[in-house]
């Protein structure tokens, strides 16, 4: 419950800000003439309402994209060298994903075997601009079930462009693991630098094509999701 004060009678539109419970601001604005008159206003970004139904179209949640085969870190009681995992960590504002021989412990939720395109998705800026948002509005309190609820896109396998993407999502994906741990070792400040601005142009690059597949439309995926 909160109050919105309004000082200028005059302009067409009102600049609303946000308060988060953990003291992050965010503002926006909206049109008068869209607030309702009665029962009380909805106060929502009417551009974040946008990019999170434009993401939820045309998706599956993500435990229908893993069949079901998703796990608590507890569920899984021995663990192979020769396994593959995918781990996800909840945060407030960011999930975190992580790939290995093992599953990090924190994870709220993991996944059996390597899949490029998943991590591709699941770390771009539009899941995690859908994951920041869907928590600031109170979607996420069972980190678990928020997560397997992620909405992950359907590519048409029957769309040469879509295919395209898909495979070059994994192509960036694997290019940027591989960046990743030569990042460990590198030791001379300037290949650092140089290592991590290749990292920077494939996740944009990656976020680009996410962005496609998800069909939201390049004037708003560079304005709020391409950083």
Known sequence: LWTCLIADSTSPDLEISRINKNGKTK??????RELSLDGGWSLTDPSSSLILDLIR?????????????????DEIKEFFEDDFWISCIAREDVLIIKSGNKPDPESAIIM???????????????????WKHTQDVGDGKNPPVAISLLPICRPDWYDEEEQTLVHEISNCMKKRSFLLQKLKYSQ???????????????ERNRDKMVSIL?????NISLKYLIY
């Open 27 to 32: 503002s926006f604005r909206i049109e008068k």
């Open 57 to 73: 179209d045309d998706s599956i949640p993500l435990s229908e994209y893993c069949l079901g085969a998703l796990y608590l870190h």
């Open 112 to 130: 059996k075997g390597s899949d490029n395109f998943l991590e591709g998705v699941l770390t771009s800026s539009v899941l995690q601009y859908y």
């Open 188 to 202: 001379s400040y300037h290949d650092t630098l140089r290592i991590q601005k290749k990292i920077t142009d494939l």
């Open 214 to 218: 998800y069909k939201i439309p390049e």
